[in-house]
């Protein structure tokens, strides 16, 4: 009888539900690890909030519980003030910015802030660009006058808004169908595929491209079980991370054109072109506000200025 080796589960979660960019992204992740360490890891993916909502997921990441999670910043900004960051409002000048930012050195230096609290980030996935959708068109700041929109929880979501002279409700993100079916709501604010995966676009038919924020979503490790890994085994983890945030770039490419696709045809949602530098400028003390509260990000708001100055002297 030969002796058989403990495999070690490797616990990844998440909150979408199958097939979403983030659960594609997540088995790959699995498979990939699974095929090449098998006899060694068992890597199993629980989506859908099955282990817990992001909240408790990080809360058993940082005791070992499970090993990987997939959360929002918003999330992680418990944990370190840098990544409220995410929230301000044209943060970046736009996608391109967004993703030069992401891939720059510099992010080290966040990923490993939360190394106190026992785990650290290993890469990002894209979570769109968010923006106003509501029972009117939306195309200057002014519109918004008196509307009441559903946030995130999040002060500098509320201070957004307020600076729109708008009336924000932070809400649970299952509960907003509903409130802007009965009009508690006017409006709210998200990527694209809102309005077909939980069916807002059936409730809310104008969606309005101001493009306030350009968020990720992080894959945070465990901090432990990453430095059990040997060298060999690290590689193979690091490979299939590099993997996870590929997939899920493309994967989230082609269900966002797929959502704006839907939306407009069979749910009959019209998109509507914002003044973008309206909002930009009628939001901007927010920003101010929270480099003036907040020190410490002052080295990545150097780089996000650096990149989109570069990039607006070349686009123009």
Known sequence: SELTVDKKIVRVSHGHPANHPID?????????INERLGDKFSVEVYGNGLLGDTKNALELTQTGAIDYVIASTSNLEAYNKQYGMFSVPYLFSGKEAFIDFMDSDVIEQMYLST??????AT?????????????KPIKTPA????????VQPSPLNVAMIRALDAGAVPMAYGEVYTALQQGTIDGAENNEMALTTVKHGEVAKYYSYDMHQIQPDILVVNAKFLESLTPEERKVFDEATQLAHETELEAWDE????AKEIAET??????????????????????????KENPEVQIFYEEIKRINESLSSTNN
């Not at 069979?266 to 480099?291: H, I, P, R, W």
């Open 24 to 32: 594609i992204a997540a088995h790959d992740f699995a498979d990939y």
């Open 115 to 120: 190394e106190p609290s026992g785990f650290i």
């Open 123 to 135: 890469t990002w996935f894209d979570a769109g660009v968010r923006s106003f959708y509501a029972n």
């Open 143 to 150: 519109d918004m006058k008196g509307m009441k929109i559903r």
């Open 255 to 258: 269900q966002v054109r797929k």
């Open 266 to 291: 069979q749910m009959g949602v019209t998109f509507v072109e914002a003044d973008v530098a309206a909002f930009q400028e009628a939001t901007k003390s927010v920003l101010e506000d929270f480099l």
